[in-house]
């Protein structure tokens, strides 16, 4: 006897299984630890406050390098920054109370204690289906503890209310990115300490990036030559919070939840989505994946993403990075042959009218002709990979692509204008 056809530990974006799975009759009940934190890292701490602030920094970088207003400064109010952060971040949480009218939300800390079973405190729910949607957590290293001021967290950097004049960030992943162009657009003096940066990238890519952090004032150094001389955002890599499925579930060697192609884990009709399963720390994963266990427990037709077609999005001031599909390092360390299709932005006017001039971009076709994968960097790189993951779903080759018409004058447009 069940009390729910559906239980989710954990109230980030598995709430697109919860909407669907009880519009469709369903009963459904979503654990989740902190009732502030509906919605998951993404809103709370992650995507909407992070792009709010870069979004609010690339205004201020588009004032100073204007052509036509001369730039003479203003105060930063941080402060105000925070303030408007707290009021979109309760509208969407509170936005999405409403949207799982229906679902029985049950906060505290939830324990699956067997196939079926959920402990919540002192009481005990029973689920037919049990999806894990726990997300993951920051750690510390680098001998360091936070404590809030002169040793901080991504948490307390969302709530600075005043610009610190120095500020050093340690780590090397998109966050650390991030948080540096943010800050150094600002006015503060940013030493970043990094250990292989932008590892990932094509080397023409990472060259490139690197220089622009440089030209915002940004100081690089090596992670050995560390120390604390000013106020510190520790950036590290996260780890899973799969402990509430004790030894039920198979993990990997750093904790993250097995799952199939289908995101089920060892244990039949129990699934693992989001940032728990380690195949994709991106909130549009979580929520495609959410999608495709619903489609399963519906019994309906599913579909199948590789984790490498996931599109990923690194938002840094004035030149973000994309990509998709495979990049140059993951085609040469596969061994995968390929042709290779380059282009700088420099060649098209809309580069220049968005201050692009400077980015570029790089496709990967098999030797039929089909998109392996791609690489940009560029002003709103997000859009562009948009257009270019289309592409790679819908499995065009380099033919079909060079018919593509797309407006000009646009960014979005540039990859499919050189395959002709």
């Known amino acids: 006897m069940f009390d729910y056809d559906v239980i989710i530990l954990g109230g980030g974006l598995a709430y697109t299984a919860a909407e669907i799975l009880r519009n469709k009759g369903l009963k459904v009940a979503i654990v989740e ?21 870069l979004f609010e920094a690339q205004k201020i970088y588009d004032m100073k390098n204007s052509r036509l207003l001369e730039w003479k400064g203003g105060d930063v109010k941080l402060k105000r920054l925070v303030e408007y952060k707290e009021r979109l971040r309760k509208k969407l949480r509170e936005d999405i109370e409403r949207l799982l009218k229906g679902v029985d939300i049950i906060y505290g800390d939830g324990t699956l204690t ?5 402990v919540v405190g002192e009481r005990q729910i029973r689920g037919r289906y ?68 932008m590892s990932f990238a094509h080397t023409s890519i990472k060259n490139r990036f690197l220089k622009e952090l440089e030209l915002l004032g940004i100081a ?81 037709r599913s579909f199948y993403i590789r984790p490498e077609n996931i599109p990923y999005v690194l938002y840094t001031v004035p030149l973000s990075y994309a990509k998709v599909g495979l990049t140059k390092m993951e085609l040469e360390r596969r061994g995968i042959k390929h042709t290779e299709k380059s282009v700088s932005l ?20 098999d030797s039929r002709g089909f998109l392996l994968g791609c690489e940009v960097l560029s002003r709103g790189a997000g859009e562009i990979i948009s257009s ?33």
């Open 130 to 197: 049990i999806i894990v949607n726990t997300g993951k957590r920051q750690t510390w290293g680098f001998g360091l503890e936070p404590d809030g001021k002169r040793v901080i967290t991504t948490d307390e950097a969302i709530n600075l209310e005043s610009l610190p004049e120095k500020l050093q960030i340690v780590g090397d992943d998109y966050i650390a990115f991030e948080f540096a162009t943010f800050f150094a657009v600002l006015g503060s003096q940013v030493n970043l300490y990094f250990d292989n940066p």
């Open 220 to 300: 690089l150094h090596p992670i050995k030559d560390f120390k604390t001389e000013s106020i510190t955002l520790l950036v590290k890599r996260r780890v899973p919070n799969s402990e509430c499925v004790g030894d039920l579930i198979q993990k990997d060697e750093n904790n993250h939840i097995l799952v199939d192609a289908h995101y089920e884990t060892s244990i039949k009709d129990h699934y693992a989505v989001g940032d728990v399963n380690g195949l994709s720390e991106t909130a549009h994963a979580a929520r495609m994946q959410s999608l495709i266990v619903s489609k399963r427990i519906l019994g309906e």
């Open 388 to 420: 270019l993951t289309v592409s790679l779903y819908s499995e065009l080759n380099i033919s079909h692509m060079s018919k593509v018409l797309l407006p000009h004058p646009t960014l979005s447009e540039i990859p499919f204008l050189r395959l002709v």
């Open 33 to 53: 630890k902190n009732k502030e934190h509906l919605g998951g890292v993404c809103l709370h701490e992650g995507c909407v406050p992070t792009k709010l602030y």
């Open 346 to 365: 420099r060649a098209f006017s809309s580069s220049y009218i968005q201050h692009s001039e400077d980015g570029m971009c790089f496709l990967y076709f």
């Open 114 to 118: 067997d196939r079926h079973t959920v």
